[in-house]
């Protein structure tokens, strides 16, 4: 009989403690850990459909990307709507940290708490190893939340995916349009169903 290798789950570390990489939390408990301060900034987690999951490093193109997305989409806003980045959002299992989002209401709106999803107008996901959780364990997330428009910036070939539509597909939540974006295209910016401008990918990336 020929012997398997037994694998050990992966596992991520908080403060002194280790944890399963998958360690189910509800909202109120991910909460409790963070007032605690069991979590804090140093530990690179989120809590992605009631689990912890580790977030992905961050390498100097992705930091140059989020911070070119940010600078335009802030100077396209229209009143009553601000740009975060990688600050969290509060969702019903969930609370991801997109790289950018589009917030309806001003910043002060959100002194006592993060914007839900009925606020959230846009998220994007700047994507190098993190592309397949980007398209799939993300994907979910934002589309039960029935965030209209989930974009993916991918590096490797300076291209976006475009998410619209958030719909469930036998029981699974997901995006019933997907539009994708070559290198010498714009990424349109909609607020509430409307067209307040575009971005021409060149210029991002």
């Known amino acids: 009989m020929r012997s398997q290798e037994v694998h050990p789950p992966s596992t991520l570390q908080i403060g002194a403690d280790v944890f399963p990489e998958y360690f189910a939390l509800s909202l109120d408990q991910y909460h409790q850990m963070i007032g605690a301060g069991i979590l804090t900034d140093e530990d690179k987690v989120e809590?992605?459909?009631g689990h912890l999951h580790q977030k992905m490093p961050r390498n100097p193109p992705h930091r140059l990307?989020?911070?070119?997305?940010?600078?335009?989409?802030?100077?396209?806003?229209?009143?009553?709507?601000h740009v975060q980045a990688q600050e969290p959002i509060t969702l019903s299992?969930?609370?991801?940290?997109?790289?950018?989002?589009v917030i309806r209401g001003g910043v002060r709106d959100f002194d006592k708490r993060h914007p839900g999803p009925?606020?959230?107008?846009?998220?994007?996901?700047?994507?190098?190893?993190?592309?397949?959780?980007?398209?799939?364990?993300?994907?979910r997330v934002y589309a039960k939340a029935q965030i209209a428009v989930y974009v993916i910036l991918i590096l490797?070939?300076?291209?976006?995916?475009?998410?619209?539509?958030?719909?469930?597909?036998?029981g699974v939540a997901t995006y019933g349009k997907?539009?994708?974006?070559?290198?010498?295209q714009s990424l349109p910016v909609i607020l509430s169903g409307k067209k307040i401008g575009s971005i021409r990918l060149s210029k991002l990336f």
């Not at 291209?159 to 469930?168: D, F, G, I, K, R």
């Open 65 to 81: 990307l989020v911070r070119q997305t940010f600078d335009m989409l802030s100077q396209m806003m229209e009143p009553g709507f």
């Open 156 to 170: 490797e070939n300076k291209s976006a995916e475009v998410y619209t539509n958030p719909t469930v597909v036998k």
């Open 118 to 139: 009925a606020e959230v107008e846009m998220v994007i996901e700047v994507a190098d190893a993190s592309l397949n959780r980007d398209r799939t364990t993300k994907m």
């Open 93 to 101: 299992d969930s609370e991801p940290e997109p790289d950018i989002s």
């Open 178 to 184: 997907k539009t994708l974006l070559s290198p010498r």
């Open 47 to 49: 809590l992605l459909e």
